[in-house]
C-alpha cells in the first residue's frame, strides 16, 4: 500500500463518515466531555517508516480517557513483567467498562486493565512507584509522541474527580480485597488525572506506534517493551481493548486497539502503522460511533488487518 493511497482512502472516509458523525451521544457522566461538539472527526495514520496521513480534525486534541489505559498499563509491565497478572486478570470482562459486579465473586482482582476496576489496580502499582504517578505518565507520553507539551486538562480531571463515586466505591471495595497497596483517594486522584490527558490524533498515533514496531518506539529508537511483551500487550488489547464490545469491534475491524469515552480509539497493524480516529459521539458500550465505522472502512477498503 503506497503513502499516496493511504491519504486518498483517509480523505474517503472523512466524506463518507458524515452521515455517522451526528450518530452517537457525548459522554456526559463528566459534565466536562459534554461540551464537546458530537461532530468532531480526526483520523491520522502513522507508519513505522515515519510517514504521517491526516484528515479532518487529527491535529485537534482532545480527552484521550481510556486510552490512557494502554500507557498506564505498559509502564506498569515494564516495572513489573508477569508479576502484574496476580493483581489483574487478563481475559474480556464482557461487562460494562465502570461495572462492579464480577469485582466480588472474582475476590476484588480485576478481570483485565483496560476496564476501570483494572486500571486502578494499574494506577495504584504506578503510585507505589512514582511521586506523582500522572507526571509519569505525560512524561512517558511525551517521549513516545515526540511532543513534549502533552499534558493533562485540569478542567476535565476536576470535573472527572467531582463525580467519581463510582470509580471511588470500585477503588475501596478492591482495598477491602488487599489489591490496592496506596489509599483509594490517592489512586483515584491519579487515575483522574491520567484521564484527563489531552492528545490529537497525530499525537496518539505516534505515541502507540512502538507496538506495531516490535515495541521501539520509532519516534526516539527508545525500547519500550520486548517483543514478547509487545505481543501480548497487544493480544489483550485485541481482546479487551474496547470493553464489553470487543468481540463485535474485532469482527467489524480485526485490529488490536484501545478507546475512550472521549471518542478516541487507537489501533495498531503490527509491522505496519498506528491508526489514531476520534469522533465523540459514543455508542451504547462507550465507543466512538463514527470511530469504529471509520475503523472498519480503513481496514476493508485496504484489505489489512491482523486475520
Ligand atoms: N475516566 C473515565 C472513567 O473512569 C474513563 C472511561 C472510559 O474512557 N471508558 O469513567
Not at 470535573?159 to 489509599?183: C, I, V, W
Not at 483515584?188 to 490529537?200: F, L, T, V
Amino acid at each position: 500500500m503506497t503513502g499516496q493511497n493511504y491519504q486518498a482512502i483517509l480523505e474517503r472516509i472523512h466524506r463518507d463518515i458524515t452521515p455517522w458523525r451526528t450518530a452517537g451521544r457525548v459522554a456526559d457522566y463528566i459534565p466536562e466531555l459534554a461540551t464537546v461538539r458530537a461532530d468532531h472527526f480526526g483520523m491520522a495514520i502513522v507508519t513505522v517508516d515515519g510517514q504521517v496521513y491526516r484528515t479532518g480534525d487529527a491535529d485537534v486534541r482532545f480527552s484521550i480517557q481510556s486510552i490512557s489505559k494502554l500507557f498506564a498499563c505498559t509502564l506498569a509491565f515494564q516495572l513489573l513483567g508477569d508479576a502484574l497478572w496476580k493483581r489483574v486478570g487478563r481475559e474480556p470482562s464482557g461487562t460494562a467498562f465502570n461495572s462492579l459486579v464480577q469485582l466480588e465473586f472474582e475476590a476484588g482482582k480485576p478481570r483485565n486493565p483496560f476496564i476501570n476496576a483494572g486500571a486502578l489496580v494499574v494506577t495504584d502499582v504506578l503510585c507505589r512507584r512514582f511521586v506523582q504517578a500522572e507526571t509519569a505518565l505525560v512524561n512517558f507520553v511525551r517521549r513516545l509522541s515526540g511532543v513534549p507539551d502533552i499534558d493533562y486538562d485540569l478542567r476535565v480531571a476536576q470535573s472527572e474527580l467531582a463525580h467519581a463515586e463510582r470509580n471511588r466505591a470500585m477503588a475501596h471495595f478492591m482495598a477491602s480485597f488487599g489489591n490496592l497497596e496506596m489509599p483509594a483517594d490517592a489512586v483515584i486522584d491519579a487515575y483522574c488525572r491520567q484521564c484527563a490527558i489531552s492528545m490529537s490524533c497525530v499525537e496518539l498515533a505516534r505515541a502507540a506506534l512502538f507496538l506495531a514496531n516490535g515495541g521501539v518506539s520509532p519516534a526516539n529508537g527508545e525500547r519500550v517493551l520486548d517483543a514478547s511483551s509487545t505481543k501480548r500487550l497487544s493480544a489483550l488489547m485485541l481482546t479487551c481493548g474496547t470493553y464489553d464490545a470487543a468481540g463485535d469491534f474485532v469482527y467489524r475491524v480485526g485490529l488490536p486497539a484501545k478507546s475512550g469515552v472521549g471518542g478516541g480509539i487507537v489501533a495498531v497493524l503490527p509491522g505496519e502503522f498506528a491508526v489514531c480516529v476520534w469522533s465523540p459521539g459514543l455508542d451504547a458500550t462507550g465507543n466512538s460511533l463514527a470511530g469504529i465505522q471509520a475503523l472498519e472502512t480503513l481496514t476493508s477498503i485496504t484489505e489489512r488487518s491482523i486475520f
